[in-house]
T-cell receptor
Framework: AQKVTQAQTEISVVEKEDVTLDCVYETRDTTYYLFWYKQPPSGELVFLIRRNSFDEQNEISGRYSWNFQKSTSSFNFTITASQVVDSAVYFCALSEANSGGSNYKLTFGKGTLLTVNP | DGGITQSPKYLFRKEGQNVTLSCEQNLNHDAMYWYRQDPGQGLRLIYYSQIVNDFQKGDIAEGYSVSREKKESFPLTVTSAQKNPTAFYLC?????????????FGPGTRLTVL
């Protein structure tokens, strides 16, 4: 069974600090996708990034960066120079093929609550 | 604007009553999903539908039912058989048949059983 572990339940930082959110996954699939979503206090999940299992190149988008390492089954997310608006719950998720092999569902981690204090 | 709408935002139910949560999307997505979120539990899949008139149970389908009569609509009924229905419910949709399954989420419905 596929599994996503976000060991950090809560993280609190002061504005402008860098912060890394950890994500470790388990899968038997050779082809899979990993995702990060942000859930602000309003409740709606916002898609941040998708990464496929064949592309281990790190990605940077503004203050956000992601480090994907298949060797350690990790897909960590770093926010540089954090801001108060970054306060949210962040979820890591893993795509999974259903029995038919042609459709996919997501397995989510339990999320990390990030609080950025001014 | 394209997106997903859920209604109502807050819902209160007495024990023993069935309630239906609405989910509508105008993204022309084939697949739709219902998740339940409890504090500290992350998101758990209740039901999903890949195409009209077809749906599959997720990880926690007991006490819930769905229908998919139209592409844009995927209502969820929380029945009296659901023992602990108080939770935050999220609806999502995505394109079907793609390996990558970027899902778009609605704003959620918070259900409270009185």
């Amino acid at each position: 069974a596929q599994k996503v572990t976000q060991a950090q339940t809560e993280i609190s930082v002061v504005e402008k600090e860098d912060v890394t959110l950890d994500c470790v996954y388990e899968t038997r699939d050779t082809t899979y996708y990993l995702f990060w979503y942000k859930q602000p206090p309003s409740g709606e999940l916002v898609f941040l990034i998708r990464r496929n299992s064949f592309d281990e190149q790190n990605e940077i988008s503004g203050r956000y960066s992601w480090n994907f390492q298949k060797s350690t089954s990790s897909f960590n997310f770093t926010i540089t120079a954090s801001q108060v608006v970054d306060s949210a719950v962040y979820f890591c998720a893993l795509s999974e093929a259903n029995s038919g092999g042609s459709n996919y569902k997501l397995t989510f981690g339990k999320g990390t609550l990030l609080t950025v204090n001014p | 604007d394209g997106g997903i709408t859920q209604s109502p935002k807050y819902l209160f139910r007495k024990e023993g009553q069935n309630v239906t949560l609405s989910c509508e999307q105008n993204l022309n997505h084939d697949a739709m999903y219902w998740y339940r979120q409890d504090p500290g539990q992350g998101l758990r899949l209740i039901y999903y539908s890949q195409i009209v008139n077809d749906f599959q149970k997720g990880d926690i389908a007991e006490g819930y039912s769905v229908s998919r009569e139209k592409k844009e609509s995927f209502p969820l009924t929380v029945t009296s058989a659901q023992k602990n229905p108080t939770a935050f419910y999220l609806c999502a949709s995505s394109g079907w048949g793609a390996l990558y399954n970027e899902q778009f989420f609605g704003p959620g419905t918070r259900l409270t059983v009185l």
